[in-house]
């Protein structure tokens, strides 16, 4: 019951800050509205048992990638941008075709979501914590991938560093 | 115990949101946080699914999507500096040298 008070509250919070997030005229107002979805997220990820990911979410993405945003935000003059029109010219078309897209998934889920039922209501079967689990597959099993990753934010952070260099010689 | 499918919902309904959000906003920094709505939308199925099955893959693979989000969002933010340096805005529609 708990549980459940918790994951509708949770979700409640997250899709009607998501919907700030895409609606409101300043970006700095968006970035907090963001910042509550992605906490709301994180305690989603609370109510399913994934202890590790709830602190990446806040540490990284809180604490990270939302930080850099607010900094862009203030490098970047919006002054003139808080005047103009917010929205494209057509956006009736982007929002009925995305609603539709919606109702199809729904549908889908709702059709087959009867075998979606949770198994098993106990934890997660290797003992020593989610901590320790998450640890043991990702550089057991996905070694060569965490490498990959690794490079791959190597090569975004000289990306980034290039692309906001002032000239390029 | 909450069905499986509700976070398969929730999922739907923050992906819808951030594709409305990258369709209907002219400022390309709310383009890039609507992607991040829908990378953690992404997130959340696989989270749930990762519950579903008893197997912590599912996690493992949310953390490379936030290393992919955290990734998109350093090289992203730098284009957009290096846009509005060269060009002086943040709409979309009006950075649209390749369009013909």
């Known amino acids: ?169 | 115990m909450i069905p499986t499918h509700y976070y398969l919902f929730l999922g739907t309904a923050l992906f819808t949101i951030g594709v409305i959000g990258v369709l209907t906003r002219r400022n390309v920094i709310v383009i890039l946080m609507s992607i991040e709505l829908i990378l953690n939308a992404v997130n959340i199925n696989l989270v749930a699914f990762s519950r579903y099955f008893q197997s912590v893959d599912g996690q493992v693979f949310a953390i490379f999507v936030i290393t992919d989000a955290a990734a998109e969002a350093a090289v992203g933010l730098g284009l957009i500096i290096a846009l509005f340096r060269n060009k002086e805005t943040v709409n979309a529609d009006e950075i649209d040298l390749l369009k013909w």
């Open chain 1, 1 to 169: 019951m708990l549980a459940q008070i918790a994951f509708f509250f949770l979700s409640t919070v997250a899709l009607v800050s998501a919907v700030m997030v895409i609606t409101r005229r300043n970006a700095v107002h968006s970035i907090i509205w963001l910042i509550v979805t992605l906490f709301s997220v994180g305690g989603v990820f609370l109510t399913l048992h994934a202890e590790f990911l709830f602190a990446v979410q806040v540490i990284l993405y809180v604490g990270g990638i939302m930080v850099l945003f607010l900094f862009v935000v203030m490098l970047v003059n919006l002054d003139v941008s808080l005047k103009q029109a917010q929205f494209r010219r057509h956006w009736w078309v982007a929002l009925v075709t995305a609603v539709a897209l919606m109702a199809e998934l729904a549908y889908g889920i709702y059709r087959g979501g009867e075998g979606f039922a949770l198994a098993h209501a106990a934890a997660m079967p290797l003992g020593g914590g989610n901590t320790q689990a998450v640890g043991l597959v990702l550089y057991q099993d996905y070694l060569l991938a965490v490498e990959i990753a690794s490079l791959l934010l190597l090569v975004a952070m000289v990306g980034a560093v290039i692309m906001a260099k002032r000239k390029i010689e």
